[in-house]
């Protein structure tokens, strides 16, 4: 059984990576990440407000203790709370390439321009195979327009890639206008990937202390849904490559990310739950069912559940709502 893929240039022994999240801070869940089969390894995030962190503490001092209410303030994280600062957080790619051999892919994420981009190059010099760059945004300003949002993007990508020579791909959100569009734009200015998508975090309200709560949720294979209409509608009008994440639970999700077009899944929240082990039970599974389902490779079944086929998806995607609507019945 063949389940080789290539991702941004990288080949890679199956397609199944583990994404960026905090357990590559330790050493020993990444040997136990390589050794049960994850075929490459995101970093978690280094962020641009770590980057500017000094700016930050300040705005953060000035704008929250001048007025404390509980609501400002417990919106906006503490610099504590982020793990690895920029030092340490090149050191521990470097740690990592010393000790696998699978790829390593370096995690930039900021929304503004900036000095913050150029940490870019040291992550490439500090030994990262490839680079997700996460343009985690939420556009709270009614008078900011979609293109704006969108151009705030390009221009990140063509900041960064001035600073790098490894493949970058896009952490994206599902939140456009016209989703496939924007692929389309990244693809044409330069992104080597798309990942597809990111989880946008939604702050629940405490009614008694009147301030958000940040109760993050992990995952369950519900979300996959979305990632895998996307990736059935864009796939097949970008050269870039598709990543999915998000919703990918079991080895049954990873097999849909490839029928829709995925070159590779990425899983979260299940080894957070289950521990970097259970990345092995995926590959073997998929492996497994493959092989019974007569399967050559995983490039045979790549895209196989696309809509390249579709003559007007719109059209499919508005009868199935019709559909599914007529089907409940009370
Ligand atoms: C605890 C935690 C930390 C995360 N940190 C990052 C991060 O630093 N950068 C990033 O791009 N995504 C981060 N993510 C998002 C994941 O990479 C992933 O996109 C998301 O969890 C959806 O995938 P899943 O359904 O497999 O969990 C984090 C997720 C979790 C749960």
Redesign the pocket.
């Known amino acids: 059984m063949d389940l080789t893929t290539t991702y941004l240039g990288l080949k890679l022994k199956n397609p199944v990576i583990s994404?960026?999240?905090?357990l590559v801070d330790k050493l020993d869940n990444v040997r136990r990440l390589e050794d049960s089969g994850a075929a490459a390894i995101?970093m978690?995030?280094l962020f641009e407000e770590q980057i500017t962190s000094q700016q930050l503490a300040e705005f953060a001092h000035t704008e929250f203790s001048a007025d404390s209410s509980s609501e400002a303030g417990s919106y906006f994280p503490r610099m504590e709370d982020y793990v690895l600062g920029p030092d340490r957080y090149l050191d521990q790619i470097r740690k990592i390439k010393e000790m696998v051999d699978i790829p390593v892919i370096g995690?930039l994420?900021g929304t503004s321009l900036g000095g913050w981009t150029r940490h870019a190059k040291l992550i490439q010099e500090a030994g990262a195979d490839a680079l997700?760059l996460?343009v985690?945004y939420v556009a709270t300003n009614p008078d900011e327009t979609g293109m704006e949002v969108q151009m705030r993007t390009f221009n990140i990508l063509e900041e960064v890639k001035k600073e790098v020579t490894i493949p970058i791909a896009l952490?994206i959100s599902p939140y456009y206008s016209s989703p496939g569009n924007f692929a389309k734009a990244l693809d044409a200015r330069g992104a080597a990937g798309l990942v597809m998508f990111?989880?946008f975090y939604q702050p629940d309200i405490n009614i008694e202390e009147l301030e958000a709560s940040h109760k993050?949720e992990?995952?369950n294979s519900v979300?996959l849904r979305q990632r895998l209409r996307w990736i059935a509608i864009i796939h097949s009008h970008i050269k870039a490559d598709i990543s999915l994440?998000?919703?990918?639970?079991t080895y049954e999700d990873v097999i849909k990310g490839i029928m829709v077009g995925a070159k590779t899944v990425?899983?979260?929240?299940?080894l957070?739950k289950h521990g970097p082990d259970y990345i092995g039970e995926i590959v073997t599974k998929l492996d497994r069912w493959m092989e019974e389902h007569e399967y050559e490779s995983v490039e045979q079944m790549r895209g196989s559940m696309g809509l390249s086929n579709c003559p007007d998806p719109s059209v499919y995607e508005r009868a199935n709502y019709l559909k599914i609507l007529q089907l409940w019945k009370v």
Request: charged fraction near 15%; avoid cysteine.
């Open positions: 994404g960026a999240s905090p995101v978690h995030s995690s994420n997700e996460n985690y952490k990111n989880r993050l992990l995952s979300e994440s998000g919703g990918a639970h990425q899983v979260v929240s299940a957070l």
